[in-house]
Protein backbone atom coordinates (compact mmCIF):
# COMPACT_ATOMS: atom_id res chain seq x y z
CA UNK A 1 0.00 0.00 0.00
CA UNK A 2 3.05 2.51 0.77
CA UNK A 3 4.39 2.09 -2.45
CA UNK A 4 0.96 2.78 -4.21
CA UNK A 5 0.30 6.15 -2.39
CA UNK A 6 4.06 7.19 -3.12
CA UNK A 7 3.24 6.78 -6.33
CA UNK A 8 0.48 8.56 -6.27
CA UNK A 9 2.02 11.67 -4.83
CA UNK A 10 4.68 11.44 -7.36
CA UNK A 11 1.45 11.51 -10.02
CA UNK A 12 -0.04 14.55 -7.92
CA UNK A 13 -3.25 12.48 -7.76
CA UNK A 14 -2.92 11.47 -4.02
CA UNK A 15 -5.90 12.42 -2.01
CA UNK A 16 -5.53 11.69 1.73
CA UNK A 17 -9.10 11.32 2.53
CA UNK A 18 -9.86 8.98 -0.46
CA UNK A 19 -6.63 6.76 0.66
CA UNK A 20 -8.29 6.07 4.44
CA UNK A 21 -12.13 5.03 2.81
CA UNK A 22 -9.70 2.89 0.54
CA UNK A 23 -7.94 1.68 3.71
CA UNK A 24 -10.93 1.19 5.97
CA UNK A 25 -12.45 -0.58 2.88
CA UNK A 26 -9.68 -3.18 2.48
CA UNK A 27 -9.79 -3.75 5.83
CA UNK A 28 -13.40 -4.57 5.97
CA UNK A 29 -12.61 -6.73 2.93
CA UNK A 30 -9.80 -8.63 4.28
CA UNK A 31 -12.00 -9.44 7.66
CA UNK A 32 -14.85 -10.89 5.54
CA UNK A 33 -12.49 -12.90 3.48
CA UNK A 34 -11.14 -14.45 6.60
CA UNK A 35 -14.44 -15.51 7.64
CA UNK A 36 -15.15 -16.66 4.21
CA UNK A 37 -12.57 -18.97 4.52
CA UNK A 38 -13.54 -20.94 7.60
CA UNK A 39 -17.21 -21.28 6.15
CA UNK A 40 -15.56 -22.66 3.16
CA UNK A 41 -13.27 -25.02 5.06
CA UNK A 42 -16.29 -25.85 7.72
CA UNK A 43 -18.78 -27.23 4.61
CA UNK A 44 -15.56 -29.37 2.95
CA UNK A 45 -15.50 -31.09 6.27
CA UNK A 46 -19.45 -31.20 6.66
CA UNK A 47 -19.48 -32.40 3.17
CA UNK A 48 -16.72 -34.90 4.04
CA UNK A 49 -18.18 -36.44 6.48
CA UNK A 50 -21.91 -37.28 4.86
CA UNK A 51 -19.86 -38.78 1.84
CA UNK A 52 -17.96 -40.76 4.70
CA UNK A 53 -21.18 -41.59 6.66
CA UNK A 54 -23.14 -42.41 3.33
CA UNK A 55 -20.58 -44.74 1.89
CA UNK A 56 -20.11 -46.46 5.16
CA UNK A 57 -24.04 -47.32 4.98
CA UNK A 58 -24.22 -48.32 1.52
CA UNK A 59 -20.85 -50.79 1.92
CA UNK A 60 -23.06 -51.85 5.04
CA UNK A 61 -25.91 -52.33 3.40
CA UNK A 62 -25.95 -56.23 1.87
CA UNK A 63 -28.95 -55.17 -0.88
CA UNK A 64 -26.46 -52.04 -2.29
CA UNK A 65 -23.71 -54.15 -2.39
CA UNK A 66 -24.61 -56.39 -5.33
CA UNK A 67 -23.05 -55.78 -8.60
Not at 24 to 30: D, F, K, P, R, Y
Amino acid sequence: MIRAERLNQQLGVFNPEVALRVEAINAQLGRFSADLGKVAGALAIISAGILGGTLRCTRGTPALNRR
